[in-house]
């Protein structure tokens, strides 16, 4: 043997260094499923313009919810952050087919319906967008979110005042403390001012 240092890991070393590497997914993992929000569609002319500036995905959480889904691909929870995350970085394409496939894990929820309509959106297909949202609105009529972003893909992929306006006023009525009353009210004013 030469003069070389030459480290050995033990079996003891080799096992915790897994352990911890293991743990911290699970904590990463752990914290990010408890976030699970609908994503509303901003207010602009087209889902082009509309599009939510996007963040950076960070490609080993990502990498980490793919592993998730490849050992289990019915994991509902993995499906939905990993949509989310892709969602959040202005990936809506690739985000669409983990929503999807939440949504037939989950087909009560309105969450995932309404983020999985929004997605479709942004992806430019707003016919699939409108035929989400009544999904959405089959689960729970008066899901503020869905009724907000219906009344805005009605406006600018349709150009439907009255069906946008509909959609907004039955918001109002469904939930009266809807924490952005004031901007659907703005909305409307203005879609009624074009419209008379």
């Keep these: 043997m030469t003069g070389r240092h030459r480290d050995t890991v033990t079996p003891l070393t080799a ?27 901003p207010v602009a002319a087209t889902a082009a313009a509309a599009a939510p500036a996007a963040g950076v995905a960070n490609e080993q959480e990502l990498q980490s919810y793919r592993n998730i889904l490849q050992s289990d691909p019915r994991n509902l929870r993995a499906n939905v952050e990993l949509a989310n995350r892709l969602y959040d970085a202005g990936r809506y394409a690739e985000a669409i087919p983990y929503y999807q496939q939440a949504f037939t894990l989950d087909q009560k929820n309105v969450s995932v319906s ?8 942004y992806a430019g297909r707003a016919d699939d967008a ?17 009724l907000f972003n219906l009344g805005i893909v009605k406006r ?22 809807y924490p952005d009353a004031g901007k659907v009210r703005t909305m409307i004013a203005e879609l009624k001012s074009r419209v008379s």
Excluded: C
């Design 114 to 121: 309404t983020d999985l309509a929004t997605a479709l959106y």
């Design 156 to 177: 600018d992929a349709r150009n439907d005042p009255k069906g946008a306006i509909a959609a907004w006023e039955q918001l109002l009525s469904s939930v009266p403390d």
């Design 130 to 146: 409108l035929a989400q949202f009544d999904r959405s609105l089959a689960i729970d009529p008066k899901h503020g979110q869905t």
């Design 15 to 41: 096992v915790t260094g897994i352990a911890g590497v293991l743990f911290g997914v699970i904590v990463g993992y752990m914290l990010g499923v408890s976030r699970q929000e609908t994503h509303p569609v």
